[in-house]
């Protein structure tokens, strides 16, 4: 299995709601990463997992609550997002020879809609 | 500090003829460069790094250390190759760096 799966791959939710978005990849990779992207615009890192350890968080606003419970799994949860949050969740995976390596592997994406 | 920077927004181009699409970087050390492509609908994927020196899909990029320079070539453009491209550049934190990415049109 050579790929990342994310669920689900649209979503729309309300200012008050609580969701979660998930991610997995059996590939082995040690390294998972959410990244937000808006339409025609380059990837943004959010936050890097490195042995489902928090290793980085690149200021994202505390609404956005990453959880990476086993070496194949991470999740993004959401609590009180607005409307400008809207965008393309994606996650990625990558090997850790030592430290991390540059090649990403990345899912299809959840489309987040807040209304 | 790192940083990439793709001039093109956007390039436009018709099938058979050559394309270039530019990178240029900074990055005091050692870096590794990285094309990406986001077709329509599909996911982003790798295109090619700098370090495993193959050509994909007819593409070739050769890093020039001098000019600071990562810039993707194919000697004749095809529809299907019609994608958002972008350059990365991964340095110290060994975490990439993105473009703004070129999008590119092949037209018929």
């Known amino acids: 299995d050579t790929e990342v799966t994310q669920t689900p791959k649209h979503l729309v939710m309300g200012m008050t709601n609580k969701k979660s978005l998930k991610c997995e990849q059996h590939?082995?990779?040690?390294?998972m990463y959410w990244y937000k992207q808006k339409a025609k615009k380059p990837p943004e890192l959010m936050f890097v997992y490195s042995y489902e350890k928090l290793s980085i968080n690149e200021s994202v606003p505390s609404r956005f609550s990453p959880e990476c419970p086993n070496s194949s799994l991470l999740n993004l949860h959401l609590h009180a997002l607005q409307p400008e949050d809207s965008a393309l969740y994606l996650c990625?995976?990558?090997?850790?020879?030592?430290?991390?390596?540059?090649?990403?592997?990345f899912g299809e994406g959840s489309r987040l809609t807040v209304l | 500090a790192q940083r990439v920077t793709q001039p093109e927004k956007l390039l436009s181009v018709f099938k058979g003829a050559p394309v270039e699409l530019k990178c240029n970087y900074s990055y005091s050390g050692s870096p590794e460069l990285f094309w990406y492509v986001q077709y329509s609908r599909q996911r982003l994927q790798l295109l090619l790094r700098h370090i495993s020196r193959e050509s994909i899909k007819g593409f070739t990029a050769d890093l020039n250390k001098g000019e600071t320079s990562f810039h993707l070539k194919k000697p004749f453009a095809q529809e299907e190759d019609s994608a958002m491209y972008y350059c990365?550049?991964?340095?110290?934190?060994?975490?990439?760096?993105f473009g703004r990415g070129t999008s590119l049109i092949v037209h018929p």
């Open positions: 590939m082995g990779h040690r390294a």
């Open positions: 990625a995976s990558s090997q850790t020879r030592g430290q991390l390596d540059g090649e990403l592997f």
């Open positions: 990365a550049l991964s340095g110290g934190s060994y975490i990439p760096t």
